[in-house]
């Protein structure tokens, strides 16, 4: 197939990447928002449009217990989900990184139980922050489909070997649909390349023993290895995303967009879809004249904590908006390692947290000028509020203690 | 068909020696007798559920593996071998697999009874070229004999412990056999160590048999049934001749005893060579529980006999 336009769902997206990178083994089990691109895999499936074997298991958590037998004998292997899934599966999400198994997970963003929602935000993949996951976001279809392509390269550098996350928000980038640019198909397969898996089970000329008991004398150095896997992914994510946009022609966005920020004075750094509803803000404010700009953060893990310290640096006044909650902390958890990359600063900017979207709470272009109305008012050596909620009733700012 | 000993002294040992395993422990036994049954040239990957097994044989640097084997969790090595079954398929489809391998899936009774029931039953489910074998030591013995789903009625467990006012587990076990034979599999058996033959025989047809395959197989446990390791064999033929643990196959949907005692006996037999079911006998005799277990063991064996067409 070669390069084409397509109106696509994210969903969709997801699956053609998955259908070009023609994994060879897929286990899944369908959850809402998730199950349309499962839906459409196996539409391809049905059709001999990819050589994987599937594995319809009867749960996520057996989801990824099959992808980390699967990865580790040897097969290129995805999966994907959502939510709950992600929540059931976890145990086994931090077997695969410890494993050093590079399994690639679109993971389409909802919210966690309970109460029970199916909407959008990133509870899902903030549980997963600490289990050792490469984690990708993506504003909208189109990077939805480019990550997951190179979510494969990252994962399966000899250099790096962890599973990656794409994360894209359920139903407004899941079910929205968008004019898609899918890659020439035999260009997507020359850039994902031949699977050559390092250590496979089923090589009975080196007999392996995997997941052995690891107690105090080692367990420590294999964490130890999996912190440096995760610092020898910056530079590979990197380079994968400059190769990418040399062979397609796409942006190269590195570990984040930074819209319209090289004068800004205030900006707001946030994750997934709303990213493209902030730039629409900032587009906006700069027609009136305000230094407004963006980061779209596209790696969360590892935390690009220098460059966003640096890409920031000559901002006065900047709000994190976070779509999870981390309780009883200083604010959402994407919050709090920001300002932490910004501690070590000579001048360091103002920060503010901003948390919106629970369970799926729309988030518009005004709740966005009021972050800004209210970065504006820093700006001019107003106060406002450390710690606030965008769109949602009992609006008191809660008291925050350190 | 070569006596099991002769196997033993010249096939392949993919299970070495030197592992931490206790003395006696029916589960080594059994292992080897399972993977004794493979062709020498055939490969085999071994996907282990958390339990004795799995930690005493593989503490990091050392592994007494010879074959590729892995463990993931507690409750899932159905599914993780079904991953790897499946892996190897998609490779050999792909012209990437010149080799010939097969698959064995195992767990104690916690990973399969218990908490692996569902990852089991899934992959049943779905088919894969695989072996699960259960070994079933009657409770988690890897954490000091906690009660499980397969402890039998009665017996003293940790946290279904024997008290003033309790005489240990309440429950009748599990019948895990039933549930898989349920599920419509090719092949189905229950085995012991202590028949080596007869175990030889039915890992041979499971691993040779296409589809999914699972083997129950009583384990006997030194320190938890509190038994000397000079006792395993003599303890699984009891269960076996007590009609406790029946020996049987189910092929294809069709029911057949591989082995039928002489001459049924009590299940006391059985029960007053292990500490775990002293508190019956001692200090006074509970009779009433006795007889409630040999009750349930008859009705089971009534009710096998039935379905293997012997006539009750």
């Given at each position: 197939?070669?390069?084409?336009?397509?109106?696509?769902?994210?969903?969709?997206?997801?699956?053609?990447?998955?259908?070009?990178?023609?994994?060879?083994?897929?286990?899944?089990?369908?959850?809402?928002?998730?199950t349309n691109l499962m839906q459409k895999f196996a539409d391809f499936h049905a059709d001999g449009d990819v050589s994987t074997e599937l594995i319809l298991v009867e749960s996520e958590h057996s989801a990824m217990s099959a992808c980390v037998g699967s990865e580790a004998a040897g097969a290129r292997t995805m999966t994907a989900t959502s939510a709950n899934g992600l929540a059931l599966m976890v145990e086994i999400v931090y077997i695969a990184a410890s494993l050093r198994l590079p399994i690639v997970m679109p993971v389409v963003n909802r919210a966690l139980s309970g109460p029970i929602n199916i909407h959008c935000d990133h509870?899902?993949?903030?549980?997963?922050?600490?289990?050792?996951?490469?984690?990708?976001?993506?504003?909208?279809?189109?990077?939805?489909?480019?990550?997951?392509?190179?979510?494969?390269?990252?994962?399966?550098?000899?250099?790096?070997?962890?599973?990656?996350?794409?994360?894209?928000?359920?139903?407004?980038?899941?079910?929205?649909?968008?004019?898609?640019?899918?890659?020439?198909?035999?260009?997507?397969?020359?850039?994902?390349?031949?699977?050559?898996?390092?250590?496979p089970l089923l090589d009975p000329a080196l007999p392996l023993t995997i997941g052995p008991l690891d107690l105090h004398d080692y367990y420590f150095e294999h964490k130890r290895g999996q912190i440096d896997a995760m610092e020898a992914a910056r530079k590979v994510i990197l380079d994968v995303s400059g190769e990418f946009a040399k062979e397609f022609g796409t942006r190269n966005d590195g570990y984040f967009r930074a819209y319209k920020l090289e004068d800004a004075e205030m900006a707001i750094v946030v994750l997934n879809s709303t990213g493209g509803t902030v730039n629409i803000v900032v587009d906006r404010l700069r027609e009136q004249g305000k230094k407004a700009g963006a980061i779209n953060l596209r790696v969360f893990r590892p935390f690009p904590g220098e460059e966003l310290a640096e890409a920031l640096a000559h901002v006065k006044c900047v709000a994190m908006m976070d779509r999870a909650v981390s309780f009883g902390a200083m604010g959402g958890p994407i919050y709090n390692e920001l300002r932490s990359a910004l501690y070590e600063m000579d001048s360091r900017p103002a920060v503010i947290s901003r948390m919106y979207g629970l369970g799926g709470r729309q988030i518009e272009t005004s709740h966005i000028e009021e972050v800004f109305d209210d970065l504006f008012r820093l700006l001019g050596g107003g106060s406002v509020d450390e710690y606030g909620y965008l769109n949602v009733r009992q609006h008191e700012p809660a008291t925050v203690k350190a | 068909m070569p006596s099991f000993k002769e196997i033993a002294l010249t096939t392949r040992q993919r299970l070495s020696g030197g592992h931490r395993m206790c003395a006696g422990c029916g589960a080594t036994m059994l292992m080897r007798q399972v993977l004794h049954s493979l062709d020498p040239e055939d490969e085999v990957v071994v996907t282990a559920a958390t339990g004795c097994m799995e930690v005493s044989t593989t503490i990091y640097p050392y592994t007494a593996w010879r074959c590729s084997y892995i463990h993931n969790a507690f409750e899932n090595a159905g599914a993780t071998c079904s991953g790897v079954e499946t892996a190897y398929r998609a490779l050999k489809k792909k012209g990437k697999m010149p080799h010939s391998f097969k698959f064995l899936a195992f767990g104690g009774d916690g990973g399969t009874y218990?908490?692996?029931?569902?990852?089991?039953?899934?992959?049943?489910?779905?088919?894969?070229?695989?072996?699960?074998?259960?070994?079933?030591?009657?409770?988690?013995?890897?954490?000091?004999?906690?009660?499980?789903?397969?402890t039998p009625h009665g017996a003293n467990t940790t946290t279904a412990p024997a008290g003033k006012v309790s005489y240990g587990k309440p429950q009748f076990n599990k019948d895990l056999t039933g549930i898989l034979a349920a599920h419509r599999l090719p092949y189905v058996a229950q085995a012991i160590p202590a028949k080596p033959n007869d175990l030889l025989k039915k890992a041979r047809t499971a691993f040779y048999t296409k589809g999914p395959c699972f083997i129950n197989i009583l384990s006997p446990c030194i320190p938890g049934w509190k038994i000397s390791p000079n006792e395993t064999v003599q303890t699984g033929l009891l269960a076996v001749d007590t009609c406790f643990w029946p020996l049987y196959e189910v092929v294809d949907g069709v029911w057949k005893l591989t082995f039928k005692p002489k001459e049924k006996k009590p299940v006391v037999d059985w029960l007053q060579g292990q500490g775990r079911f002293?508190?019956?006998?001692?200090?006074?005799?509970?009779?009433?529980?006795?007889d409630e277990i040999q009750a349930e063991i008859d009705r089971r064996w009534h009710e096998l006999l039935l379905k293997c067409g012997e006539g009750a």
């Open positions: 197939m070669p390069e084409k336009k397509l109106a696509l769902t994210g969903n969709q997206a997801a699956a053609y990447a998955m259908m070009q990178i023609d994994p060879d083994v897929v286990a899944a089990y369908p959850i809402t928002p998730q509870s899902d993949a903030m549980l997963c922050r600490d289990s050792g996951w490469i984690q990708l976001y993506c504003v909208n279809a189109q990077e939805a489909y480019e990550n997951t392509i190179q979510a494969i390269r990252i994962a399966e550098h000899p250099d790096v070997l962890l599973p990656v996350m794409v994360n894209f928000d359920g139903f407004i980038t899941s079910h929205g649909m968008e004019n898609v640019l899918i890659h020439d198909d035999e260009k997507v397969k020359k850039f994902v390349g031949e699977y050559h898996p390092q250590y | 218990d908490i692996g029931l569902q990852s089991l039953s899934g992959a049943m489910e779905r088919g894969h070229d695989m072996v699960y074998v259960c070994y079933d030591n009657e409770g988690y013995m890897n954490t000091g004999y906690q009660r499980s789903g397969s002293r508190h019956l006998f001692k200090p006074e005799l509970r009779q009433d529980v006795i």
